[in-house]
């Protein structure tokens, strides 16, 4: 009896390790972009689309935003990396890229490429999970702080300090919350102490959500826990 229930838990345990770890490998991957004045998302969409290619997944590169309005190849894939920073979405590119996510295609990425992309399309932001509203102070050194008990997304990636913008966001209480951060309140003395969610996952129907607030500028990504981070959440938010 005692060695059925190691059998079944080997089981359990080898079934949740593929579920949560499963590869990019032949899974259809759309990387859509739109420049901005603020970011580089050129140099981002490179050494993603680069990363995705030692992953062995079928990258589209995109910048028309009305790749989300067409059904039959929103249909195919199995996660959108998003990088564009404010813009409007039509309701045939929101309605498309939405229905996508509710039937399972995944969503990932960071900064303002995903947590301020629209800011007229709620039905956007509803998936998402949160909004930008302010980085106090521009550029400055921060901390990021792994919630507990870590998670496949977050075993093993140390607390780091970053030199960047810090992203102060509007939350939806229902996303689940992978690391954080403290605002010093120099700028704005009554946020002093504030914690605000940095990474988070959640779902929007059948899909998954990554989302994580670092990564201004380019070098960002060179910091390994950073890379780390994003790259398993772009694993874990595909389609399964
Ligand atoms: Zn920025």
Redesign the pocket.
């Known amino acids: 009896m005692k060695n059925i229930t190691i059998v079944f838990l080997l089981i359990f345990l080898f079934f949740q390790n593929l579920t949560i770890s499963q590869s990019l490998e032949n899974k259809n991957v759309l990387v859509i972009y739109q420049l901005d004045p603020?970011?580089q998302p050129k140099l981002f969409v490179e050494k993603v689309t680069k990363w995705l290619e030692s992953q062995k997944a079928n990258t589209i590169v995109s910048n028309n935003l009305n790749t989300y309005s067409d059904k039959k190849l929103m249909d195919s894939i199995d996660l959108v990396i998003q990088t564009v920073?404010t813009g409007k979405l039509t309701s045939a590119q929101e309605k498309g890229l939405t229905n996508a996510i509710k039937s399972g295609t995944g969503i990932a990425g960071s900064?303002?490429g995903l947590g301020d992309s629209f800011r007229e399309n709620t039905l956007y932001q509803f998936m998402i999970g949160g909004q930008f509203v302010s980085?106090p102070g521009g550029k400055v050194k921060y901390t990021v702080e792994f919630t507990s008990p870590k998670t496949y997304l977050t075993k093993a990636i140390k607390n780091f300090e970053i030199n960047s913008?810090q992203y102060f966001m509007h939350i939806d209480p229902s996303i689940n919350v992978l690391a954080t951060t403290k605002f010093n309140g120099q700028q704005y003395p009554w946020i002093k102490d504030t914690e605000m969610p940095v990474c988070w996952t959640k779902t929007f129907g059948k899909g998954k959500v990554f989302y994580l607030s670092v990564?201004?500028?380019p070098d960002n990504f060179d910091i390994p826990e950073v890379w780390e981070l994003l790259t398993r959440g772009f694993k874990w938010a595909s389609k399964n």
């Open positions: 603020y970011h920073t900064h303002g980085h913008e990564g201004h500028s």
